[in-house]
């Protein structure tokens, strides 16, 4: 086999990606049968000694995998060379692997003892290596194998190995789920794990296999709080969203004074939240005596709520979203203002964020509305938005209307009204009658206003405004009289069957109101009613039992013309409804008993529909999760625990200071000294003493509260960095001794003078700043 | 070395004979973490890319979504998050292709978008673009930087500096020499950067010109009401920072006034505690491009319009026809000249057509998306720029009763809107004099008219 035929059979290959049917088509059998013969060549390739020739055939086999097309048969020719010296073949040989073991099982056990061999390796990347794949074949019988490398690769050197061995854990679970005793002793080991590499990955193990296990969290807890922003990204989520769990069963509410209240009937705006906050102490005291102990909060419970705050300014969306979660859930509600600031940043990101994103502000929205109202503007709706953006902006708008802000909402919601895009304009009117529920003030406005939108050109407008208007009119009948005359003149023209059968219920319900209109829409409507759709016919036949309740004189042989209609007609629910109804109303010798309460039955008073944000209550999923985003439990999701109502002993978390938590961290600060002075800095104090400052850190915090007086989150933020001044200070003692040596460098920098600039504008000298900045290094920042 | 196999050989069979004790067929499924699969598919609704990290997800899972996308009316409308009887489906739309990819059981959304645009970006860092032409040229590259990214569906190494030191991104020389020697794009040593302790940027970095560039790019997102009153504006920028120096470079940047920035996210380079104690930007940067910050100006009052546009787009009550009469002006430029001035308007159905004079550059209507496109150029601000002339309506159709929406372009050079300076960038960590520079540039990002 020439290089050069192989090169126009490569030219074959590349010229069928083109093709929009692919292997599978089992029609196709003129592919089907070429295939076979360019796998022989593929083979051949295979075979020989030269390594180009080995990576060609490789690199085709690849393309046809992601291409999806079957390459199973070639599986002997490939798996031989696994042992291949050429890394670049071997790691595509990996990829063929890992794609079809599963399919041959018996063929991929010729591989394994390469990757053992691999397993002992003296280089930790090949270690690594042997062990991912090793454990990527999804073959059952290699699972005691799998096993004892991973037992093995937990207690390696190197924290990259140890971290391939966490990736393994989940790998090995999911293809023999009775492994799983011994797979968590391998994750309490790891979980002990002292560096940033592998905490993500075993967490993530963690929440796979036995995320029940709680307990195996308690001596970690502290330590993972304080390596979690030097984690990456993706590991930082995971962690986050386990803490978040975690705190829910090891702390108490700090929000229960809220909770009382409410369940004391009171209604809690955001507004008056001033006096509340204000008086909290007080009014924590007072019911500390009534109830329980008074609130103080675990110091824990603090550390994870201040090492997790910078994270909100990571480039990251999901890292972002998990704390805001994390506040959401777990911090007292005075806090949890700063996330909203981080949520509407994540509003100018792509579509798809932005879709994730304000589901979730939707549903914070309803129970902390005070949050986002300072961000009312952000979401606001440009025409070029996609409707589902749209749509949910509206919603949040919605949400955070309140008598303050309605009328500025309204006048933005008349904008949207004459949107081209009629889904979001119906979604529009649906809101301001939303809001036209909630806030007393503007109903009879928006009553006007969605009146005026009757006379619109488009129909389906018109009809999601009578359908509006409806439900609002059912607020108060009796002052809106010539609005239901107008609306029964709509019969006339309007089209849609939802809209009509509104229309139908209410001169139905308010009869009385318009008593010489009923009987002559009545009318008009049993000549059509032939022809219209079955929830009109329904509601025909409402109208005609209310109308000859009230009004029998002059309506007793219509009904009886359209029960008549109804009773042949082909729908069953209507021949029912026709039966029932005429039996209730009709009096008639046999059957009495019932016809007396026909009036009572029919007319009875109804409550007026509550209009609910589709986002209510969604917040007993935890935000963030994809159960929460389609309000539905997703397979594997984790219920996010009830706070307990007494504390569990907080002992649990103590570590005591052995030997190697001192020589591993000294270790660990000395290499990353050179790198990265400011993260070795926090982590330094991760030891011993950080149950102390965190401590001193919620007296303080309690104690600046009851200064405190007004509110707003600004003022909530300040008081959180005023408490955490104290621990600061001891910070910043270290930080100077670390720095020392950065001035001699700024220094040095001086000497050089500054570098030459494209348009670096600095108005002072370069000497100047220099020395300002050696200056400001040296001097402790409160000054 | 014989024996030692032999010895493996044995330790596997004996393996498998205590395996064989215990059925594992009826052990019950676990389901598995993270992204199962991904699909690559085009504009058309072909898949031309498969991957799966663990056992094959047949491609009729796709249905689901070709369902939901025949549904939306365009491709941003199809809902992210798509929920089938036994996967959900988590997808983007990025460059007229959809990724998506099938996930089984609870994950967080956001994570799964956030990775699949990381891997989009991957793409576009390796290849220049992210077209399906480009992806399939590429394919056994793409391949592996999918197996590279992830690991069991769970993200492994994501910074393109690793990534890099792994596959070599292709170069048209390369390709040659490849093609040539038969070598292809790995690399040879193995790679270390996984191993660092700053994951973000790779190892032994050697350059003879060691230069570091920062564009400061800020975007202006408004609303204008039809009388010209601004509903709502904010900046937001980003700077974006080309740093090739040799070594292990400690960079901190400091600004004039960091007192503007009202929120701020960072590349995972930036230490958070420097800044929240001093405001300065310290940090160890990636080698290469890279978005070092992004931040937000609030301020409505801070936020200087650049332009304004004064519009009049009538429809006469016979519902024949239209006239339209466009003129834009400066406003708030800061005595810098707006380049790159385009307006967008967007019409309503019934327009069919429109005939109109320019007095300064070029428009184009399309009739078959409804939009209309004025591209100014420069502005004068001696001269206006005008626009009118008359629409033409549908035959028959009644006079429209949607409003256009105005939507706006430009770019100002050398001027950040918000007024955000740098005061000075200082290396630590090397010994040697880097080249340093900083450009600002002002863009309008989401801004509106209305009418």
């Known amino acids: 086999m020439s290089a050069s035929s192989a090169f126009s059979d490569e030219k074959g290959g590349s010229s069928s990606v083109g093709e929009p049917e692919y292997g599978h088509d089992p029609a196709s059998g003129g592919i089907f049968s070429s295939d076979y013969k360019r796998h022989d060549d593929l083979k051949e390739m295979l075979d020989s000694n030269k390594d180009s020739l080995k990576l060609e055939a490789m690199k085709r086999i690849v393309a046809m995998i992601a291409r999806g097309k079957n390459t199973s048969d070639l599986f002997p020719a490939v798996v031989k060379n696994v042992a291949c010296k050429n890394i670049e073949v071997k790691k595509l040989v990996y990829v063929y692997l890992v794609r079809y073991a599963e399919e041959q099982q018996d063929l991929a056990l010729l591989s394994i003892s390469t990757f053992q061999r691999g397993l002992k390796d003296p280089n930790q990347l090949i270690r690594a290596s042997a062990l991912r794949v090793l454990s990527s074949i999804r073959v059952t019988i290699i699972v005691p194998i799998m096993m004892l490398a991973i037992k093995e690769a937990a207690s390696d050197m190197s924290p990259y190995v140890r971290k391939t061995a966490a990736h393994a854990i989940p790998k090995l679970y999911s293809l023999d789920p009775e492994q799983k005793d011994q797979l968590i002793e391998v994750i309490e080991k790891l979980l002990a794990d002292k560096t940033t590499l592998v905490a993500g990955s075993v967490v993530m193990a963690f929440e796979e296999v036995c995320p029940e296990r709680i307990d195996l969290i308690h001596k970690n807890y502290r330590k993972l709080c304080n390596l979690l922003v030097d984690v990456e990204e993706w590991g930082q989520v995971v962690i986050i969203n386990m803490l978040t769990r975690y705190a829910r069963t090891q702390f108490l509410n700090p929000n229960l004074n809220e909770c009382l209240l409410e369940e004391g009937g009171e209604s809690t705006f955001y507004g008056s939240d001033a006096d509340q906050d204000e008086d909290e102490d007080e009014d924590k005291k007072d019911e500390a005596l009534s109830k329980r102990k008074p609130y103080v909060m675990d110091p824990d419970h603090r550390l994870l709520l201040r090492n997790t705050k910078p994270l909100l300014q990571s480039r990251n969306a999901a890292v972002v979203m998990a704390v805001a979660q994390l506040y959401f859930h777990l911090a007292p509600k005075a806090e949890v203002g700063v996330i909203a600031k981080a949520l509407v940043r994540l509003l100018r990101s792509h579509s798809e964020v932005q879709y994730v994103v304000l589901q979730n502000v939707a549903t914070m929205t309803i129970k902390r509305r005070g949050m986002f109202e300072p961000y009312l503007k952000s979401f606001y709706i440009r025409s070029t938005d996609p409707t589902q953006i749209k749509v949910l902006k509206l919603e949040v708008l919605t949400n955070l209307a309140s008598e303050t802000n309605i009328s500025t909402i309204l006048r933005e919601f008349q904008t949207y009204i004459k949107s081209m895009d009629k889904d979001f304009v119906a979604a529009t009117i649906q809101a301001i009658g939303r809001c036209a529920t909630h806030i007393g003030e503007v109903r009879d406005t928006c009553l006007n206003g969605l009146v005026q939108l009757l006379s619109n050109r488009d129909e389906l407008v018109v009809a999601e405004s009578v359908v509006v208007i409806k439900k609002l009119l059912q607020m108060q009948p009796e002052k809106h009289s010539d609005i239901i005359k107008h609306m029964a003149k709509l019969t006339d023209n309007i089209q849609v069957p939802m809209a009509r059968a509104s229309i139908l219920w209410l001169i139905g319900e308010y009869c009385e109101h318009v008593p010489k209109i009923a009987p002559d829409v009545l009318r008009k409507m049993a000549k059509t009613f032939t022809n219209e759709e079955d929830i009109v016919k329904l509601q025909i036949i409402n109208l005609a039992a209310k109308l000859y309740l009230t009004n029998s004189k002059q309506t007793k042989l219509l009904t009886q013309y359209v029960l008549n209609l109804a009773k042949y007609d082909q729908n069953y629910d209507i021949r029912d409804r026709a039966r029932f109804i005429r039996q209730l109303i009709v009096p008639t010798d046999k059957c009495g008993a019932l016809s007396k309460y026909a009036k009572k039955l029919i007319l009875a008073l109804k409550p007026a529909p509550i209009l609910e944000s589709p986002f209510k209550d969604r917040d007993h999923f935890q935000l963030g999760s994809l159960s929460h985003l389609l309000n539905t439990k997703a397979g594997g999701y984790q219920e996010l625990p009830d706070w307990p109502q007494d504390a569990p002993d907080p002992s649990v978390r103590n570590v005591e200071v052995p030997e190697w938590t001192k020589c591993s961290s000294r270790e660990k600060r000395k290499e990353k000294k050179v790198e990265k002075p400011f993260y070795s800095d926090s982590e330094g104090e991760s030891g011993p003493t950080e149950s102390a400052d965190s401590e001193s850190d919620s007296a303080s915090s309690s104690a600046s509260g009851s200064e405190q007086s007004g509110s707003g989150s600004e003022e909530s933020e300040e008081s959180e960095e005023r408490s955490d001044s104290d621990e600061e200070e001891e910070e910043e003692a270290k930080k100077r001794k670390t720095q020392k040596k950065e001035p001699i460098e700024a220094l040095a920098n001086l000497r050089r003078g500054t570098c030459p600039s494209r348009s670096l504008t600095t108005t002072r000298t370069a000497r100047q700043t220099a020395a300002n900045q050696s200056l400001r290094i040296l001097s402790p920042r409160q000054r | ?451």
């Open chain 2, 1 to 451: 070395m014989n024996g030692q196999l032999k010895k493996c050989h044995i330790a596997i069979t004996s393996f498998i004979d205590s395996c064989s004790s215990h059925n594992l067929d009826s052990l019950p499924i676990v389901a598995v973490e993270m992204i199962h699969s991904l699909f690559l598919i085009n504009h058309a609704g072909d898949i031309f890319l498969e991957k799966h990290w663990k056992s094959v997800i047949g491609r009729s899972v796709c249905d689901y979504f070709f369902e939901a996308k025949e549904n939306a009316a365009e491709p941003e409308d199809v809902p992210p998050v798509l929920q089938t009887p036994h996967h959900y489906l988590i997808s983007i739309y990025r460059d007229r292709l959809f990724f998506l990819s099938v996930i089984q059981t609870e994950a967080p959304p956001l994570f799964v978008i956030e990775l699949l645009h990381r891997v989009v970006e991957t793409f576009q860092d390796y290849f220049g673009e992210c077209s399906e032409t480009v992806i399939k040229d590429n394919v056994v590259t793409v391949y592996e930087l999918l197996e590279e990214m992830l690991d069991n569906g769970f993200p492994l190494a994501t910074e393109s500096n690793i990534l890099k030191e792994m596959i070599r991104p292709p170069t048209i020389l390369r390709t040659m020499v490849n093609t040539l020697t038969g070598t292809s794009n790995f690399e040879e040593r193995l790679p270390s950067g996984q191993l660092s302790t700053i994951p973000w940027r790779r190892s032994g970095v050697k350059y003879t010109n060691n230069e570091a560039y920062f564009d400061v790019i800020e975007e202006i997102d408004a609303i204008v009401d039809k009388s010209g009153t601004t509903l709502c504006a904010e900046i937001q920028g980003v700077i974006e920072a080309c740093v090739k120096l040799t070594g292990m470079p400690d960079l901190t940047l400091s600004f004039m006034n960091p007192r503007l920035l009202d929120d701020v996210s960072f590349h995972p380079c930036v230490r958070f505690k420097r800044w929240e104690a001093e405001r300065v930007l310290s940090f160890i940067p990636p080698d290469g491009n890279f978005t070092l910050m992004s931040y937000h100006v609030n301020a409505q009052n801070l936020v200087a319009i650049p332009v304004y546009v004064k519009q009049n787009i009538s429809f006469f009550e016979s519902g024949s026809g239209g006239r339209l009469d466009l003129t834009a002006g400066p406003k708030q430029t800061m005595g810098k000249t707006v380049e790159g001035l385009v307006i967008t308007v967007h019409m309503p159905k019934a327009v069919l057509g429109a005939s109109l004079t320019a007095t300064q550059g070029s428009y184009t209507y399309d009739p078959a998306t409804k939009v209309l496109v004025w591209d100014i150029g420069r502005l004068n601000p001696q001269k206006l720029p005008n626009l009118r002339g008359s629409l033409s309506l549908q035959a028959g159709a009644p006079k429209p009763e949607d409003n256009p929406s105005i939507n706006i372009a430009l770019k100002i050079q050398q001027l950040a809107i918000s007024g955000l300076k740098v005061n000075r960038l200082d290396m630590y960590g090397e010994k040697y004099k880097p080249f340093k520079g900083v450009k600002y540039v002002t863009k309008a990002g989401k801004f509106q008219v209305r009418t």
